[in-house]
């Protein structure tokens, strides 16, 4: 009888720890998910910035500022190679 009420006892303790680590990772995967779709958002919101300030960049202050200073000029048309029948 002493030998039942010990393993009784042994029992319902590992099922008492069990529930609780349970309901600690339970709590943990909630926090995680949380924070999961919170950066999620500030990425999409990082992208939406990133894509603002591209569009707001003055690039035709830059290409004069680069033609005055360095004598660059932008070209449309680009030759990657050439063969000897088109000289």
Known sequence: MKNFVLLLTIIVGVFFVHNNLLIKISRLEREIYVE??????????????KLEYDKKADLKSFETEMHEKYKMEITNNINYFSTEMED
């Open 36 to 49: 999961k779709r919170y950066v999620e958002e500030a990425e999409k919101k990082l992208a939406m910035i």
